[in-house]
């Protein structure tokens, strides 16, 4: 399993995650509390153009610093890494208007609860799970064309810079059907972007497309494994029942303006 120390692997992992965004943006800038990332380049994803937070902040300030640097967006997109700020934010925040979504850190922490055949998954490049990713990012009813387009560009990007690693699912047809990648630094390793179509669920797929990233990212001597899922969401029981224990959480927080 992992070598990375329990009381390391939270900072660790959002470490990753902060920098995994800025390597993506087109630029990043420090401040006192956190950081600010921008693209001007993609300007419809959120994920690229935010404020991240990492310590402790007020209300006040948190919501001054988003007036300051995301001003001349259509929204205002925060990540809140520190716990103790993101419960003490959430309700002035909502009263603000912005929505909060929680996410879940996991770090692989034992051997999963069963064994999976992943000898079906393939290894396939960036450009041949993009369809996959569209199609995933599609499923939102609110998604316009142009956001659709940016969104896809941003997840190529976030694979180039952390040297991704794309394992997927075909048919009998050959078309791929589900897909995860492997995000590296070559110390810390992050599962991302699980996903099989609607018409190929409840089959297994994610459990065999995670097994084999995990079996990778251990095989190259990965010091911490992790994944994010979404608080609220299903997935976190399967990513339990695959040897991942929860290391913390952080806050999303979005409004638009």
């Known amino acids: 399993m992992a070598?990375?120390?329990?009381?390391?692997?939270?900072?660790?992992?959002?470490?990753?995650?902060?920098?995994?965004?800025?390597?993506?943006?087109?630029?990043?800038?420090?401040?006192?509390?956190?950081?600010?990332?921008?693209?001007?380049?993609?300007?419809?994803?959120?994920?690229?153009?935010?404020?991240?937070?990492?310590?402790?902040?007020?209300?006040?300030?948190?919501?001054?610093?988003?007036?300051?640097?995301?001003?001349?967006?259509?929204?205002?997109?925060?990540?809140?890494?520190?716990?103790?700020?993101?419960?003490?934010?959430?309700?002035?925040?909502?009263?603000?208007?912005?929505?909060?979504?929680?996410?879940?850190?996991?770090?692989?922490?034992?051997?999963?609860?069963?064994?999976?055949?992943?000898?079906?998954?393939?290894?396939?490049d960036q450009d041949a799970v993009s369809g996959?990713?569209?199609r995933w990012v599609a499923d939102d009813p609110t998604m316009t064309p142009e956001t659709l387009d940016q969104v896809v560009a941003a997840t190529t990007r976030e694979g180039r810079v952390r040297a991704a690693r794309s394992f997927s699912i075909r048919d009998e047809a050959g078309e791929l059907v589900a897909m995860t990648k492997l995000y590296s630094d070559g110390v810390t390793a992050q599962v991302e972007d699980v996903y099989t179509v609607p018409e190929w669920r409840n089959h297994g797929y994610a459990r065999r497309l995670i097994t084999r990233a995990v079996a990778v990212a251990l095989q190259d001597g990965h010091e911490l494994v992790f994944i994010v899922a979404d608080d609220d969401g299903w997935p976190k029981h399967l990513y339990s029942q695959m040897g991942f224990d929860p290391i913390g959480r952080m806050a999303m927080f979005h409004r638009d303006v």
């Open 132 to 134: 996959l990713m569209r």
């Open 3 to 124: 070598k990375t120390a329990d009381g390391e692997a939270l900072p660790t992992a959002l470490a990753f995650l902060r920098r995994t965004a800025e390597l993506a943006a087109d630029n990043a800038r420090s401040f006192d509390a956190g950081c600010v990332v921008r693209a001007p380049s993609l300007p419809l994803v959120w994920a690229l153009n935010h404020l991240r937070v990492a310590g402790p902040v007020t209300y006040e300030r948190v919501v001054a610093l988003a007036e300051e640097h995301l001003g001349d967006l259509p929204y205002r997109q925060l990540a809140i890494e520190h716990w103790a700020s993101a419960e003490l934010l959430e309700a002035p925040l909502r009263a603000d208007g912005f929505k909060p979504d929680r996410e879940l850190l996991m770090a692989l922490a034992r051997p999963a609860d069963r064994q999976a055949d992943a000898s079906g998954v393939v290894e396939v």
